[in-house]
């Protein structure tokens, strides 16, 4: 159960290069007549560069950043994830929870309740139905997330849907009904024309039509939460970061983003423009190599682990990696899930050096560098080749380690999560392998061996019985009660040392101080 996001994540999501989408040119070559009247505005259009323009609006084929950043705009599903990946309700009325029955005591079923004001943008209501048909729909092309684990999906009234799981299922939230379909217009019609370009949804706002190199959207009047803020939102596309900039400095654009690590032309707004951030996912860690047979000896101890934890200062080596960064305290950093109560390791090198003394490990001959039974403190310090420059915080931290009397090899090693034979501590930025979703499999003991999908040779049995345990708390208060005692442990166990943590970077104008936007879904509070 543990494992169930790889089918999703497909591999590490860990990157030597965080990088932003690569640019694609426009594919929507359908220019259809709009079931929306484009009337004349009366008010300015929201106007949003991105660095990208959507591959398809297909929900069911999206396969692009910004085709996934776009569908809430339309089509919203039963909840969304807020910037700090906490679910919300968006189409549902609330939330289920184990508090109200509306998740049973086994985990296994879901009774979801809709909003009653729910209509679809050519007036017809959106009912438990769409919602069922969604599944069947979805599930039949291939697509439904994880379908092996819903058992059956029905509509007890016109506002109740009943979800079954084979099996209880954490990560709903993140993965099921992210949007649902109409069926009026999917059984009806011919589907292949809605699914070219979908000019019928739910959300704010409804593709309507190119306008010059601009994706238009109209304001859906039908919108249950009441009519958006302008008539009209257009999405353009502009790939380089200086460009984007520019067109917000000249009062061209309304919002624009700079994903991590992507580079600001500048630190401070332009005039009449202000900056959001939002975690990106990406939390730049310090990994130890706790496998025997590859790690070094010393690093068995966690007073040595520790030790080497405790010299570092994030607030003074974050700033050495560019772009938008702030320290971090864990790998779930900024989000729902993160531990409120952690605390950064303690700054102290005298602590530091009394840990080595107590754990064995002295300078027994005077060379400098501390040993134990003759094997010198020697560690291989990898950081990941890459567009990401971590040569300034690599330098920092081994001068720190010498200091201690540990003798430290900087090495650059292309993807070192692939060849942990390589090192002994490496540095790269990652997120957990079902972001957003938090299940984090790498750590299980199965995983730590050659050729594992567990790097760094963490192996401990409580962390396995936690592992498995927030992956079947189909209640995220119960799920994020197991999460932080995986972070307290792996602080206390000091398993790795998270170091800071990415942000992306939104640049607005206008009233859009309300907006909260993320990398995932930049406009899921759009209406606010």
């Not at 996934?68 to 009325?93: I, N, T, Y």
């Not at 009904?177 to 069926?183: D, G, M, V």
């Not at 011919?190 to 019928?200: C, E, I, K, N, Q």
Request: net charge negative; proline share 10%.
């Amino acid at each position: 159960m543990a494992l169930l996001l790889y089918a999703l994540a497909g591999t590490f999501l860990l990157v030597s290069c965080i990088a932003p989408p690569t640019p694609s040119a426009p594919t929507l070559a359908i220019t259809p007549a709009p079931l929306i009247s484009p009337a004349p505005a009366s008010t300015e259009p929201l106007r949003v560069f991105l660095p990208e323009l959507p591959n398809t609006l297909d929900p069911l084929t999206a396969s692009s950043w910004a085709a996934r950043a776009l569908r809430s705009l339309f089509l919203p599903g039963l909840w969304a994830l807020d910037d700090r990946l906490q679910p919300q309700p968006v189409l549902a009325d609330s939330l289920p929870s184990r508090a109200d029955g509306t998740i049973s005591e086994d985990g296994q079923v879901l009774t979801l309740r809709l909003r009653t004001d729910l209509r679809w943008s050519d007036g017809e209501p959106l009912t438990a139905a769409d919602v069922v048909f969604t599944w069947r729909y979805a599930a039949g092309q291939g697509v439904f997330p994880y379908a092996s684990f819903v058992k059956e999906v029905t509509a007890e009234d016109a506002q109740t849907v009943r979800v079954e799981f084979s099996r209880p299922f954490a990560p709903w939230p993140a993965y099921l009904f992210a949007y649902i379909l109409p069926r009026h217009i999917l059984e009806l019609t011919d589907a292949g024309v809605w699914r070219a370009f979908p000019s019928v949804g739910s959300g704010p706002y409804i593709p309507a039509y190119w306008e010059g190199r601009g994706l238009v959207f109209l304001a859906n009047p039908f919108f249950g939460k009441g009519p958006p803020r302008t008539d009209r939102l257009v999405i353009y596309q502009e790939t380089t970061a200086a460009a984007r900039w520019e067109a917000i400095a000249r009062g061209e654009a309304d919002l624009t983003v700079f994903l991590a690590p992507e580079s600001l032309p500048f630190t401070q707004p332009p005039n009449g423009a202000f900056m959001l951030t939002s975690p990106s996912g990406y939390v730049e860690t310090l990994f130890f190599n706790l496998d025997p047979r590859r790690g070094h000896p010393a690093l068995q101890s966690e007073r040595v682990r520790l030790a080497l934890a405790s010299v570092l200062d994030p607030e003074a080596l974050c700033p050495m990696l560019g772009g938008q960064i702030v320290p971090a305290r864990s790998l779930y950093s900024g989000t729902f899930w993160e531990h409120p109560g952690l605390a950064e390791f303690a700054f102290s090198p005298a602590r530091a050096q009394r840990l080595l003394d107590e754990s064995g490990w002295r300078d027994t001959d005077g060379d400098g560098v501390r040993d134990w039974q003759g094997i010198p403190l020697r560690l291989r310090y990898a950081v990941p080749t890459g567009a990401v420059n971590r040569g300034l915080v690599q330098a920092q931290v081994a001068q720190r380690w010498r200091e201690m009397g540990v003798q430290v090899e900087t090495i650059g090693v292309s993807q070192p999560w692939e060849d942990p034979a390589a090192w002994d501590v490496a540095q790269w930025a990652g997120r957990v392998p079902g972001y957003p979703d938090p299940d984090d499999p790498r750590w299980l003991c199965r995983e730590a061996r050659p050729g594992g999908l567990n790097p760094a040779g963490v192996c401990d049995e409580r962390l396995d019985e936690l592992i498995a345990a927030q992956a079947t708390a189909t209640d995220p208060e119960d799920r994020k009660g197991f999460l932080f005692e995986i972070q307290a442990l792996a602080q206390e166990r000091v398993w790795w040392i998270p170091l800071c943590r990415w942000e992306d970077v939104w640049l607005v104008r206008g009233n859009l101080e309300s907006l909260r936007p993320w990398r995932e879904a930049p406009f899921w509070n759009l209406e606010q």
